[in-house]
């Protein structure tokens, strides 16, 4: 089973920071690496696939880069609504698809 | 536009069983994969079972195998999670996600919340 670590656990920046969320697999997954978004109470948000295209919908302040098993979500300048759960997850060695842990970005 | 409603979650005693609907519309669902994840509550996400397009082929978490069965009705574009022998540690919100490249999810529902409680 492939193992993602998602670092830091939490994230405190301020509205117009930019963001830096990590993802580290524990072992090569190629580019099979998306990205989500969770507001509470809410469904998870496709943001990222293949490690660094852009879902349908989805504003160019956010980038994803990365391969093999070093992968960066970037938000380049957090709007207000940015404030939320981020989780990576891999579809290269699966069953089973696997989850990071999650990076909370919170208002500083 | 693409929608996912889920339903079928409860309160359910240990051991009963339970099932999940998704009734799907906005695109054609005999052409995409279906999975089932899930969330504790204030923990992160687990996958727990897909099914491909045609209903031939599923595989699941090693945690529900065994217990969970996943099917779909493509005539009535409805997916459908069996959950029996339910324990405590099932607790969570179901969601049921389509499928976009073999393997991760682009849309998903709201959630049906399953709590499993004597």
């Known amino acids: 089973e492939v193992v993602l670590t998602q670092s830091p656990a939490t994230l405190s920046l301020s509205p117009g920071d930019r963001a830096t969320l990590s993802c580290r697999a524990s072992q090569n997954i190629n580019n099979y690496l998306a990205w989500y978004q969770q507001k509470p109470g809410q469904a998870p948000r496709l943001l990222i696939y293949?490690?660094?295209n852009r879902a349908t919908g989805i504003p160019p302040r956010f980038s994803g880069s990365g391969f093999g098993t070093d992968f960066t979500l970037t938000i380049s300048g957090l709007e207000p609504e940015d404030f939320a759960v981020y989780y990576c997850q891999q579809r290269s060695n699966w069953p089973p698809l696997t989850f990071g842990g999650g990076t909370k970005v919170d208002i500083k | 536009q693409v929608h996912l409603v889920e339903s079928g979650g409860g309160v359910v005693q240990p051991g009963r069983s339970l099932r999940l609907s998704c009734a799907a519309s906005?695109?054609?669902?005999?052409?995409?994969?279906m999975h089932w994840v899930r969330q504790a509550p204030g923990k992160g996400l687990e996958w727990v079972a897909v099914i491909s397009y045609d209903g031939d082929n599923q595989y699941y978490a090693d945690s529900v195998k065994g217990r969970f069965t996943i099917s779909r009705d493509n005539s009535e574009n409805t997916l459908y999670l069996d959950i029996n022998s339910l324990r405590t540690e099932d607790t969570a919100m179901y969601f049921c996600a389509r499928d976009l490249k073999n393997g991760d999810f682009d849309y998903w529902g709201q959630g049906t919340l399953v709590t499993v409680s004597s």
């Open positions: 293949d490690a660094s």
């Open positions: 906005g695109f054609t669902f005999s052409g995409n994969g």
